[in-house]
């Protein structure tokens, strides 16, 4: 594109995915933009469009004329036109309605009515749809017109007059039954829907769970509605994965489509701030509890080797807990019904990490530290002090291990997405824990 | 199944999804199993056993005598055995593959050379061939002896006589064409393809980038060696999203296939302890820093107050940062030339989240810190104070972004994994920069 080698930008631009055509698109500045809009074949913008991230869609359509914004909404797959329009000012959603034919705009419309992030928002209406009183040779006709404009032929679904979900046909059983063969001998069950206002998430698990490649997206009356094929699916597992992790690494606000480096620096700091800002506004508190405490550490101050320690174990442990049962929740694994269960096994494991580390650490206190040297007050031996270090480390690790755990049950309980809660959270919680546990150790151990 | 409800249990167990079958069983006590394995239809078996987690396949196996296990392995899809044998012991492994069909066993053994975590473990062979010189008619016939044995028809691969992929057709071309339509018309080119010795996260990423279904499989010469399949994609990328999660997290080792509740104490432990003990050890170096700078807290122990905050806010923009990066090399959005644009942008985020840090907690130490009337030594006043904790604040902030940003690239130059150096590493290594950080500061600037 920079050379303006038209021939041979385009020569290699019609043996591009498309895929990679939106890459390129997207890493260009506004003139090069006009430039490939200008020269690239509008049959290839359909495809392009519904891969840009969501910011660049309206910009993008805006460089066509209103004939060729026609042609471009009017080619897209209704699932993806769906999504696009739901992405673009009011305005131009009105204004690229209208350009509409009647029955795309309907399908448009009523896929708008749900969220996008429920299976209704991620269906596509375009599907196969047969009646059970028809034979192989009349369904072979119908679908012949569709042979292009469906989506998934994998699957054709079979209907009543009233749009009842029936049954389904697979492709395979129509190429090889004789012509004259009833639906209905062909005809299979279908086991597994969802419904239009199920969460995304519920879909791309009943997926992986079931194996499956098409998954019929009904209403409450069982009227079939559309269906989620295995490519929504990569995108919301894709979504959702990218939301927990960056949930919990305290990141907020919505993923972004964009990639990391075309993302603008006015964005990120968005997006990092505001759990910085309370965590660290938190973390007072634990430099509150050390102000509290300085007889402690002033007495001997050789506390202060193991205070860090201490309070980091702390964080340590209760983010692996809490990753472990957020994990789990994500994946379906933990029923509600299971939280005596995780409760059992995360104090195990916490009083086990404890007793091993506080072991170990104690065993470097006493057979490592004398070594160096340093400063203990009269009367207070290599091995109490240990003890102090240790008692406390154990219960830090056993406390955070127990919180790290309960915190994201108790976020779902009350209606707050767990990760949320997750690593950051969680280890300002723990430090201030952890700095009363350290001191309050020490203090009764060591008599200060 | 506890009740011995045999008939009650069999009747239920009929309707169920293999999978739910497999969720079961694995919830199951070794009685209930025996119970289950002598009832169960062994026709369901194959299924269930390629949805077990890898530890219970061997035990499940030798639950049958060798006849049944003849039949169970023999009915299993060829990429599902391969996987299976890869989880037995090497005397059940020889024992199993002996049970085989010869065309079984030298498939399972072609498929048992690729490493379980490539694009050749993943794959499978069952995959529909033909030749280019045929027509509809013929194919249809081929094809009709598949139509239950082919995990895939949804493409179907074009090979000349030495097995080179030459194209695809697809099924619903070969319905609706005229049956004496060669091959050649209808069939289409193959744009992309994987080698067998691909990592399996990148036959994932050529997945959701491309919208595809099918993608096949071949050796440095182009042969056809077998195809990745949606289900496929969709475990990989459930198993790589949960590895990067777990590392993260400073959790070792392999993603258990068990379910959280089903992973012994034996094994989280074993999976958390590793990392917990060097980054703890580890954490002994900060509070060497606080000891070796008792002299300036000691001096005015108000330090305190800010401490855990200051050390703190690191590790939270450090995580922040490290985990937008790993997130998105994972995703494929970071080429290793781009390094120097991720540098620029960490460095100019850092430099602004501190500097608006540093302000606000300027602002809250001069405005409403002097109404709790802390003390300060003489001739120090609060905005001397204030200064001292914000360019420590900001200058901690600054360097934990970049070095957050910086680690993970800089484990991927080694060839680590950029995951395991993630949040904890990185938390534990800048509290030790936040040591040092806050007391230097405190000392030049309040003149200690």
């Given at each position: 594109?920079?050379?303006?080698?038209?021939?041979?930008?385009?020569?290699?631009?019609?043996?591009?995915?498309?895929?990679?055509?939106?890459?390129?698109?997207?890493?260009?500045?506004?003139e090069e933009r006009s430039f490939f809009?200008?020269?690239?074949?509008?049959?290839?913008?359909?495809?392009?469009?519904?891969?840009?991230?969501?910011?660049?869609?309206?910009?993008?359509?805006?460089?066509?004329?209103?004939?060729a914004q026609q042609d471009i909404l009017g080619q897209l797959l209704d699932d993806d036109r769906a999504d696009i329009l739901q992405d673009v000012s009011a305005e131009a959603r009105q204004r690229y309605l209208a350009l509409l034919q009647p029955e795309d705009m309907e399908?448009?419309?009523?896929?708008?009515?749900?969220?996008?992030?429920?299976?209704?928002?991620?269906?596509?209406?375009?599907?196969?749809?047969?009646?059970?009183?028809?034979?192989v040779k009349q369904v072979l006709e119908?679908?012949?017109?569709?042979?292009?404009?469906?989506?998934?032929?994998?699957?054709i679904y079979v209907v009543d007059d009233q749009g009842h979900l029936m049954g389904k046909v697979r492709l395979r059983h129509?190429?090889?039954?004789?012509?004259?063969?009833?639906?209905t001998?062909?005809?299979?069950?279908?086991?597994?829907?969802?419904?239009?206002?199920?969460?995304?998430?519920?879909?791309?698990?009943?997926?992986?769970?079931?194996?499956?490649?098409?998954?019929?997206?009904?209403?409450?009356?069982?009227?079939?509605?559309?269906?989620?094929?295995?490519?929504?699916?990569?995108?919301?597992?894709?979504?959702?994965?990218?939301?927990?992790?960056?949930k919990m690494s305290g990141i907020a606000g919505e993923t972004s489509e964009e990639t990391?480096?075309?993302?603008?620096?006015?964005?990120?700091?968005?997006?990092?701030?505001?759990?910085?800002?309370?965590?660290a506004v938190l973390a007072i508190s634990s430099g509150y509890v050390m102000l509290r405490f300085e007889h402690v550490l002033s007495s001997i101050f050789l506390l202060a080797l193991y205070l860090p320690m201490v309070v980091a174990a702390g964080g340590n442990t209760g983010g692996q807990a809490a990753t472990m049962v957020i994990r789990a929740m994500s994946l379906g694994e933990l029923e509600p019904g299971s939280t005596f269960k995780v409760i059992l096994k995360e104090l195990s494991l916490g009083l086990l990490l404890g007793l091993i580390m506080g072991a170990s650490i104690a065993a470097i206190t006493i057979f490592i530290l004398p070594a160096f040297n340093p400063q203990l007050p009269e009367g207070i031996s290599y091995t109490i002090f240990a003890l102090a270090v240790s008692v406390s480390l154990a219960v830090q690790i056993a406390v955070s291990t127990l919180s790290g755990a309960l915190l994201p049950i108790g976020a779902r309980a009350i209606k707050l997405?767990?990760?949320?809660?997750a690593a950051p959270a969680i280890t300002t919680l723990v430090d201030i824990f952890g700095m009363v546990i350290y001191f309050t150790a020490a203090r009764t151990i060591l008599g200060l």
């Open positions: 594109v920079e050379s303006r080698n038209v021939e041979g930008f385009l020569k290699a631009a019609e043996e591009l995915h498309y895929a990679d055509l939106a890459a390129v698109f997207e890493n260009l500045d506004d809009t200008a020269h690239i074949s509008i049959d290839r913008f359909p495809e392009i469009l519904a891969e840009l991230p969501d910011t660049l869609i309206e910009e993008t359509l805006e460089r066509f004329d209103a004939k399908a448009t419309r009523s896929l708008m009515r749900y969220d996008e992030d429920t299976a209704g928002g991620r269906m596509t209406t375009q599907v196969a749809r047969i009646t059970s009183d028809m034979t119908v679908l012949r017109d569709d042979i292009n404009s469906t989506e998934s032929l994998a699957r129509l190429t090889f039954s004789p012509w004259d063969t009833p639906i001998e062909i005809m299979q069950e279908v086991d597994i829907t969802i419904l239009a206002t199920a969460d995304q998430e519920e879909a791309a698990q009943m997926f992986s769970k079931y194996d499956m490649t098409v998954l019929p997206v009904v209403d409450e009356f069982n009227h079939l509605l559309g269906i989620i094929t295995h490519d929504d699916v990569l995108e919301i597992l894709e979504e959702e994965s990218t939301e927990d992790i960056e990391y480096l075309n993302t603008s620096i006015g964005t990120h700091f968005k997006r990092r701030f505001p759990w910085l800002f309370v965590l997405d767990p990760a949320v809660v």
